[in-house]
């Protein structure tokens, strides 16, 4: 299976944890009504109930798949502070097949371990970088333009080419 980039060779991908490998809003609302957001005891919490209320965001299964078949090395990079760190990383190992120790907790700025990591690719709901960050990964894929597929038959646009039906396609 050709990764869609133009090589049949493995490379290393990243992915954010909320908002794209986890709906975690539910798990967030939940940890809200007990602790004040942001201390040690909310992300306690929340690090530790994502099995119980967190969903896994289907498409992005698809890919994590496809990544994983690929030969691809797969890696979590979250803004989570590492505050009771096993629970995700073992739900992400169950549901993702994502080793525990290429899931990363990084409050300050994903960009030093993007980088340090050597990511061809990256997925998120935010876009991580300028033009003075200066990453060396070659790809950048939104999800949030993932709402939708478009229509093919206008021709190529930027959501087609992020679609992840047409980026496993191509």
Known sequence: CQSGLGSSEPIKVGFDVDD????????????KGK??????EFWAEVNGKDRFFSVIKKKTYEIVTRHREHGDQVYAITARPEINPDPLREFLAETYQI???HVFFEPDSKTPRIRALGLTLYYGDQVLFSRTSNINFQYHFNVRKWRTQPDESLGPTTSSILN???FWHA
């Open 20 to 31: 794209t490998l986890l709906f975690s809003t539910p798990n967030f609302d939940v940890a």
């Open 35 to 40: 602790h004040s957001f942001g201390t040690n």
């Open 99 to 101: 080793p525990r120790d």
């Open 164 to 166: 992840p039906y047409v």
